[in-house]
């Protein structure tokens, strides 16, 4: 990734964005470092994410970041496969499922590559009435008041088109 060097008079100098040029370049850098982390990852484990695709998960990379995003949707058997794959792979998270939960979300990590956010949510989820509760809640109403009455001047002249339209 050799750039061609360009050469750039002192005058020049004070019309240029420094500043922010210096971002796009550390942003351009930061991107390549994880772009490259993410396929040593691909590559090195391939069998993780051809099953991934097999149950139709779409790993998504996200250059600004340093971990894959894996989002989806399913029973708690889906989970618990997604979730052998990955500890398989040698992965592992000190997030658990709590039970009642309809969604999980936590970072896998793996000594040698990417992390890996996981964010699922249950397809199966029923609506339970759990209990009653009594709630008070203050209730309004919209009023409007008459509107006053500006005296016309003496000299202006009041037409009456329609009588029954909305002054407002």
Not at 76 to 86: D, M, S, T
Not at 155 to 168: C, L, M, R
């Amino acid at each position: 990734m050799n750039s061609p060097i360009t050469i750039v008079e002192p005058e020049e100098l004070e019309y240029l964005p420094a500043a922010t040029l210096l971002r796009l370049v550390e942003k351009h850098q930061r991107m390549a470092k994880n772009l490259k982390l993410f396929r040593a990852t691909v590559n090195a484990l391939p069998d993780l994410f051809r099953k991934l695709e097999e149950m139709d998960i779409t790993p998504d990379f996200q250059l600004d970041n340093d971990w894959i995003f894996l989002s989806f949707a399913g029973d708690g058997p889906k989970l618990a496969e997604v979730w052998g794959l990955l500890r398989r792979a040698g992965y592992n998270t000190r997030e658990r499922p709590k039970k009642g939960d309809t969604s999980f979300s936590g970072f896998w990590t793996h000594e040698a590559h990417s992390q890996i956010y996981m964010n699922f949510t249950s397809s199966v989820c029923r609506r339970v009435k759990v209990g009653t509760r009594m709630v008070e809640q203050d209730i309004y109403e919209t009023q409007c008041g008459e509107l006053p009455e500006i005296d016309a001047p003496a000299t202006a002249v009041v037409t009456q088109e329609h009588v029954n339209d909305i002054p407002f």
